[in-house]
């Protein structure tokens, strides 16, 4: 096989390079730093070894340029850009290695770095220490690093961050009976990574509104005796409202009262 080479045009830091043989033409793009190891001269033919190392030189510049890109974007721990590389068809083993060394060397991967800038993100996102420590370990960072991480938060600001938190969640459930509020308030602070759910909660200070509870339990009495009214009458629809009402988080007394007062119309139905 013969191999021509037709064009070989500059772009910066990166070097284009055709090249044609008696069927097809191919194109390259290695790092310009590549090619002056071997420059190339146009129109001069080209051997079986030169179009192998073509043929490298092109997949690792294709596998640098992907790291660079995704660098762009935010910082990558070394696992991630490691998994990344691995998904490069043809990359060698060497030509990884060589890709993370030059990139260390350049500043661009630092897993602490990587770490501060995840306790960032997750602090301005209102998540807690536990979730960042969730986050950083999936990210591929080291435990005794993440731990050290998070054990530098400050106590009073995670409580202060935890409440406005809180404060947050609990407008979505203002429709629930108080027990179920404080319950998903427990649960999505959790899964938020608070691992002092209870002191925030407290702090919040969640007063009992008699009121809106009762206004909470009408609105979800209607809906469970619309459920139940086709399948039950009388003592055994009663039962099953009731208990429904109780899984709800309201009290028994709040609910028998409200049932006497808005059930019997139903029950006549």
């Known amino acids: 096989m013969t191999y021509q080479l037709k064009k070989v045009k500059v772009h ?75 998904d490069v068809f043809g990359l060698s083993s060497a030509g990884k290695e060589q890709i993370m060394a030059s990139l260390k060397s350049q500043g661009l991967v630092n897993d ?30 080291a435990r005794s690093l ?7 938060v400050d106590e009073k600001q995670e409580l202060a961050r935890g409440i406005q938190r809180g404060q947050r969640i609990i407008q979505h459930y203002k429709n629930k009976s108080q027990r179920q509020q404080k319950n998903q308030l427990y649960q999505q602070l959790i899964v938020a990574g608070y691992d002092n759910a209870d002191e925030i ?33 009388g003592r055994q629809l009663y039962q099953h409202v009731y208990q429904h009402l109780l899984t709800k988080g309201y009290q028994s007394a709040m609910i028998k009262s409200c049932y006497r007062k808005e059930g019997e119309e139903y029950e006549d139905q």
Request: negative net charge; aromatic residues 6%.
């Open 201 to 233: 909660i407290a702090c919040l200070d969640l007063p009992f509104d008699e009121e809106k509870e009762e206004e909470n339990l009408k609105r979800d009495l209607a809906k469970a005796l619309v459920r139940y009214k086709h399948k039950y009458s």
């Open 12 to 86: 910066d830091d990166i070097v284009s390079i055709t090249v044609e043989d008696e069927e097809t033409e191919r194109k390259y793009r290695i790092l310009l730093r590549d090619y002056l190891e071997h420059p190339l001269s146009d129109q001069k033919q080209l051997s079986e070894d030169d179009i192998k190392r073509l043929d490298e030189q092109h997949t690792y510049c294709y596998a640098y340029l992907k790291c660079i890109r995704k660098l762009s974007l935010r910082d990558q721990s070394e696992k991630e850009l490691n998994d990344l590389l691995d």
């Open 112 to 141: 602490e770095n990587v770490a501060a800038s995840q306790l960032f993100t997750d602090q301005n996102k209102l998540l807690g220490r536990k979730k960042t420590l969730y986050n950083l370990l999936d990210r591929g960072i």
């Open 146 to 152: 993440a731990q050290r991480i998070i054990d530098e």
